[in-house]
């Protein structure tokens, strides 16, 4: 014979037993379900992707838009990388707080060196962290808002933000070096990297000095090929007085790339053409404060 209490408090005290147990086993069951080595309902719980370690990119942020950067290197090759919220901006010895997209926003500028420490996600890198030098983040935002500093002379360092080329003749040449390459290349060699450095300190000495690059090839390929060729030894010159060299960004006029315009040789020998391939690294100074 089954004995039914009709008394509340019976039926209280088997509504407390009856709750912890369905809790328990629906607790149990969250944490089976997120368990990658369990099946739930008989198919595997999805396992999620762990990042891997990417490769660290150092050279200086040609180009930014939106959650990604262009970083290119000495060696003139580029590389896009994303920033996320996790990314840790870092600059001289200390961390900087606040939200991402500020960070991204104020200090990750046009012409910055940096150090990026990065991550493979997917077919693409994202930046774990982004170093740079406080005092390279001074010229980089110095050149972004475009503001006169003082480098030597305040009309100078005008000009030199501004680096229209159509306006050369503003300037006196004070010198020139050639830096020279092989056919279809643009790799520096040992004694033009010595000539680069040699160039920059001399400049250094000039006052009021500046530096233009203008990249040039010889008669070799077609025009498209050319171009292409010129700017991008220019460039390589460029990220290597910079980087090497510690040359200012705001110290350098607007580069150029000539393909196989003005020759300093005929195209018709072989001397004459690696005479033309080459890089010119001008020292300036403009005319309005030449002799001050």
């Not at 050369?168 to 020279?180: A, Q």
């Amino acid at each position: 014979m089954r004995v039914i209490s009709k008394r509340p408090g019976a039926c209280f005290l088997l509504a407390l037993l009856t709750i912890p147990m369905s809790g328990s086993v629906s607790a149990q069951q969250q944490q089976d379900s997120s368990d990658p080595n369990i099946t739930v309902n008989g198919v595997p719980a999805p396992e999620a992707p762990a990042a891997t370690a990417g490769p660290e990119i150092k050279g200086v942020i040609s180009a930014r838009n939106g959650d990604k950067v262009k970083v290119t290197a000495a060696d003139g090759t580029s590389t896009i990388i994303a920033i996320n919220d996790a990314t840790r901006i870092k600059a001289g010895g200390g961390l900087f707080s606040g939200s991402r997209s500020r960070l991204a926003a104020d200090s990750l500028l046009n012409g910055l060196p940096v150090a990026v420490k990065t991550l493979q996600s997917g077919d693409g890198l994202v930046a774990s962290q982004i170093s740079f030098r406080n005092n390279d983040l001074k010229t980089a935002t110095m050149i972004r808002n475009g503001t006169a500093q003082r480098f030597d002379e305040q009309t100078a360092a005008t000009e030199a933000l501004r680096g229209r080329i159509g306006d050369i003749d503003k300037y006196n040449i004070k010198s020139t070096t050639n830096v020279h390459f092989d056919t279809g290349k643009a790799d520096l060699f040992p004694q033009d990297k010595a000539d680069l450095c040699a160039t920059a300190a001399s400049a250094e000495r000039t006052e009021n000095a500046l530096i233009l690059v203008v990249g040039y090839t010889d008669s070799t390929g077609d025009d498209d090929f050319n171009q292409q060729l010129s700017e991008k030894r220019a460039n390589r010159v460029i990220n290597y007085l910079q980087q090497a060299c510690g040359w200012k960004p705001y110290r350098m006029l607007t580069p150029t790339g000539m393909a196989k315009a003005d020759p300093l040789a005929s195209n018709d020998t072989a001397e004459g053409k690696a005479q033309n391939r080459r890089v010119a690294v001008n020292i300036l100074v403009s005319k309005s404060v030449d002799g001050l």
